[in-house]
């Protein structure tokens, strides 16, 4: 990672904090499958933020004094039983070059070191839960802090959620990290080409989520979150990861499938027929699905909120839905009743970056240059859904696209990516040769 985008986020975070603060954040654990086998290591995000490092076992302090940022890593060079099983990693002097820390110190002794750094702040800025040990450590020596005992005196301290400070950071993106999640989206609109060019009748869906993540690999990159690959009546189960069903000719399938480049997420949907062509009602759920997204992506510009975006693809699938006589024939009441809900459950988007539904608030605020967002609304008519005529049944339509808020406006990131009905098509017609 750059180191100046290190330094910015620590000053960055310096300064969200009240004078005297002291962050103290721990590295995510490693995670196992099974017994002793491991999952691939995921850095916890706010950790990665601040440090750029996926390793298990650290901790990161972050304070400020005298004008002057600091920023120590505790952290352990390579055990010689390490080095035969799992080989090297970097020495603790490189990281310390590379990374622009202050310090770094053995992991083995942090507790008696963060106590002298703790010492004579006012506020510690902690998320409990990572790292257990710690948590115990940092609240048995506040507990103990009233008693007068010298060697363990650090009253008063206020303790602070860590997320508080974070997620404001972490709301904004930097150009650096604009970049890291449009390569990321990128490689998922390929992975999508793909697929699209992929299906037919007859294979099963877990095909075409390998053909996805063959892409995702190959770039060198790892799925941001499970595939859905929902084919028919599949795309209405909105977190549909099972993957296993026969793809059938007249069926559409919903995917919903995305790379992770460096930590950080990219996040898109299409529906696509299994066969290249869409039937005259899966076309009109479709156009209807795109055109309250086109109009919701249409009005994203800073100053505009998350209800208004929401406000925006409600009213169009509304109005569409009642076109199509799928709902009654007033409006008003559609909305107000929230009949709609029956079609479209969800929200219409959440925030994108190191967590796919990334950290921030979303209620009363205003829209940024700098924010990443999703806007993904859908339409399902399950087959459950006996109140339809049946020639609507078995249609789950999702369309996803990634959006940045831009001085002027916004950018679609992922605009690459076919989504008018004929461009879909065609794609689904093309082939690799
Ligand atoms: N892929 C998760 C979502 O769309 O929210
Ligand atoms: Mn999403
Ligand atoms: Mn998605």
Not at 285 to 295: H, P, R, S, W
Not at 309 to 317: A, F, S, W
Not at 387 to 394: A, F, N, S
Request: net charge negative; charged share 30%.
């Amino acid at each position: 990672m750059k180191l100046q985008e290190l330094k910015n986020r620590r000053k960055a975070l310096v300064e969200k904090m009240p004078k005297n603060s002291i962050a103290i954040l721990s590295s995510a654990n490693r995670n196992y499958r099974t017994r002793d086998v491991e999952n691939p290591y995921r850095q916890d995000s706010d950790f990665l933020y601040m440090t750029g490092i996926s390793e298990p076992n650290l901790i990161n302090i972050v304070f400020e004094k005298s004008g002057e940022i600091f920023s120590v890593l505790f952290r352990n060079n390579t055990s010689e039983h390490e080095k035969i099983w799992d080989g090297s990693r970097l020495e603790n002097s490189d990281i310390l070059e590379n990374s622009g820390f202050s310090e770094v110190q053995s992991y083995d002794d942090y507790e008696e070191k963060i106590l002298n750094y703790i010492i004579d702040k006012d506020s510690i800025y902690i998320e409990s839960g990572l790292n257990p040990e710690l948590d115990d450590f940092i609240y048995e020596k506040i507990s103990k802090s009233g008693k007068n005992n010298r060697k363990n005196y650090i009253f008063p301290k206020k303790i602070v959620a860590l997320h508080s400070v974070t997620q404001k950071l972490r709301l904004i993106k930097s150009d650096y990290e604009i970049e890291l999640i449009k390569e990321a989206a990128k490689v998922s609109i390929i992975g999508h080409q793909e697929a699209m060019k992929k299906s037919k009748p007859g294979i099963y869906e877990y095909e075409l989520d390998a053909e996805i993540k063959y892409v995702f690999n190959k770039n060198n990159m790892h799925f941001a979150y499970m595939s859905i690959v929902g084919s028919g009546n599949n795309a209405c189960t909105l977190h549909y990861i099972k993957n296993n069903n026969l793809l059938k000719d007249k069926d559409l399938v919903l995917i919903d499938a995305a790379a992770e480049n460096q930590g950080y997420a990219s996040d898109i949907t299409r529906t696509f027929p299994v066969n290249g062509k869409y039937t005259k009602e899966q076309a009109l759920i479709y156009d209807l699905v795109l055109n309250a997204q086109e109009k919701a992506i249409e009005f994203i510009k800073p100053g505009v909120t998350w209800e208004q975006v929401h406000e925006i693809t409600v009213e169009e699938i509304s109005k569409g839905l009642v076109a199509l006589n799928l709902l009654p024939n007033d409006i008003n009441r559609v909305i107000n009743e929230e009949l709609y809900k029956d079609f479209f459950m969800h929200k219409t988007g959440h925030w994108l970056g190191l967590d796919v539904h990334d950290v921030g608030e979303y209620e009363n605020i205003l829209f940024e240059p700098g924010m990443v967002i999703t806007v993904e609304p859908g339409i399902y008519i399950n087959l459950i859904n006996k109140k339809i005529p049946k020639k609507w049944r078995g249609i789950g339509v999702r369309i996803e696209d990634d959006v940045l808020i831009t001085k002027n406006g916004n950018e679609v990131i992922t605009k690459n990516l076919v989504k008018k009905r004929n461009e879909v098509e065609l794609m689904c017609s093309a082939s690799d040769v």
